[in-house]
């Protein structure tokens, strides 16, 4: 028999328990071309998560890591930055990865089920953050806004704890409403009440892009997990109405509008619309192949804050269309690849889990996708970070933990598949 024949026979012997001292394998999972099976020989090892969204998360980082300095570096010129180093949001941005990757080590040894038990009082504690910082001397005000909660010398954003919080209450919520979730006033409108709670102290401080954000996971949740089509448009149409009176009803987000819609118009090129024109500036500047690394002209006191909301633009300048393209198809390929391990995890009746994962994917989709959208001046400016690259610690903490739990999702969901328990 020849060797190709020997091994193929062998293979179809140990499929059905033919290979002696070893336990007989369950026939094997084949799940997007790689198959699972379970084998004495082979025990589930912290290898079984999906490498290549591991891979691109982490080139995402490193090239936020490196336009992060690239468009700090000048900072320190200006008189409100003097006393900084030129590396220190360098600094401090591998600080937040350092802490952020520990974070989430930890988050991918808690297993989904914990996860669905503490739910409930994850978004109490969420809502709790989201009070302490509207107190007075408690929470910290920077540029008019109370958004932030002091650690020490460092700052918290509890907006960001809230994302994930209504992530995963509104995640369990529909595995718990399952049954009823075509009555409106059994499986809507409480969780509709949960996120307007929420919308009420974001808007308190005021963080309105923060609330879109969470109102946008929370409908997405919904309508995956199965509720009436009809229902879904209702409460989309009711959130579209809110975020219209609004802005009706706020002069200074009414002007944003007008300045989205002619940022270089006399009126608005010196004020609310001088960000978005430099930003479109920096683009255009970048052309095709961009200028270079470092070799950004916005960003040196042109562009504020360009290591924060408007990093993508730095992008832009330097690495040109070819970067902003390639920036674009890494988090569309991210946003899709968690929405499969989502669906894979349905598809095993692991319900919970599987509307988390797509859950972080809607909110890592939707927020990059506003940030895009913004520097490219097709939306109007909110104050969105770009998911994983932009400076900030909260942001980079709470993403972290997030895609931790999707990994957590998939090496659960191959352990299944392998025949193994959770």
């Given at each position: 028999m020849t060797a190709p024949a020997s091994t193929l026979l062998q293979r179809v012997t140990g499929w059905f328990g033919g290979l002696p001292g070893k336990a007989a394998d369950v026939l094997p999972v084949r799940v997007g071309g790689t198959e699972y099976r379970q084998s004495s020989s082979t025990p589930a090892s912290v290898l079984g998560f999906d490498q290549a969204l591991l891979w691109v998360v982490v080139a995402l980082l490193a090239w936020g890591l490196v336009m992060v300095y690239s468009a700090s570096i000048a900072m320190p010129d200006n008189p409100r930055f003097a006393n900084y180093a030129s590396t220190h949001f360098l600094t401090r941005h591998m600080m937040y990865l350092v802490v952020g990757f520990v974070a989430a080590l930890l988050a991918f040894q808690v297993p989904m089920a914990l996860w669905e038990r503490v739910a409930p009082w994850l978004f109490i504690v969420a809502l709790l953050m989201l009070v302490a910082v509207l107190i007075?001397?408690?929470?910290?005000?920077?540029?008019?806004?109370?958004?932030?909660?002091?650690?020490?010398?460092?700052?918290?954003?509890?907006?960001?704890?809230?994302?994930?919080?209504?992530?995963?209450?509104?995640?369990?919520?529909?595995?718990?409403?399952?049954?009823?979730?075509?009555?409106?006033?059994?499986?809507?409108?409480?969780?509709?009440?949960?996120?307007?709670?929420?919308?009420?102290?974001?808007?308190?401080?005021?963080?309105?892009?923060?609330?879109?954000?969470?109102?946008?996971?929370?409908?997405?949740?919904?309508?995956?997990?199965?509720?009436?089509?009809?229902?879904?448009?209702?409460?989309?149409?009711?959130?579209?109405?809110?975020?219209?009176?609004?802005?009706?009803?706020?002069?200074?987000?009414?002007?944003?509008?007008?300045?989205?819609?002619?940022?270089?118009?006399?009126?608005?090129?010196?004020?609310?619309?001088?960000?978005?024109?430099?930003?479109?500036?920096?683009?255009?500047?970048?052309?095709?192949?961009?200028?270079?690394?470092?070799?950004?002209?916005?960003?040196?006191?042109?562009?504020p804050e360009a290591h924060t909301d408007f990093l993508m633009a730095v992008i832009g300048e330097e690495f040109g269309l070819v970067g902003v393209v390639a920036l674009i198809v890494l988090f569309l390929w991210m946003t899709r690849r968690i929405m499969h391990i989502g669906r894979q995890a349905i598809a095993l009746d692991r319900v919970f889990a599987g509307l988390v994962a797509q859950g972080v994917a809607i909110w890592i989709g939707f927020q990059a996708f506003i940030n895009m959208g913004v520097n490219l001046g097709a939306l109007p400016t909110k104050g969105l970070t770009l998911p994983l690259m932009s400076f900030g610690g909260s942001a980079i903490l709470m993403n972290l933990v997030a895609l931790a739990v999707v990994l957590r999702v998939d090496y659960e969901n191959k352990l299944l598949m392998r025949g193994s328990r959770v």
């Open positions: 007075p001397g408690v929470g910290k005000v920077v540029n008019g806004a109370r958004r932030w909660l002091s650690i020490g010398p460092v700052g918290f954003q509890p907006s960001e704890v809230a994302k994930f919080a209504v992530l995963i209450y509104a995640a369990d919520y529909m595995v718990r409403k399952m049954e009823v979730k075509e009555r409106f006033f059994r499986a809507v409108l409480p969780m509709g009440a949960a996120v307007a709670i929420v919308g009420v102290l974001l808007l308190a401080e005021p963080d309105m892009g923060a609330f879109m954000v969470v109102a946008v996971i929370a409908m997405g949740i919904l309508f995956l997990g199965g509720v009436n089509a009809r229902m879904f448009f209702l409460i989309a149409g009711v959130l579209v109405g809110a975020f219209a009176l609004m802005i009706a009803s706020s002069p200074w987000r009414r002007e944003r509008v007008f300045a989205y819609l002619d940022p270089f118009s006399e009126q608005h090129a010196l004020g609310k619309g001088y960000q978005l024109s430099h930003s479109l500036i920096a683009i255009g500047r970048g052309e095709v192949f961009g200028v270079g690394l470092g070799g950004s002209v916005e960003k040196l006191h042109w562009l």
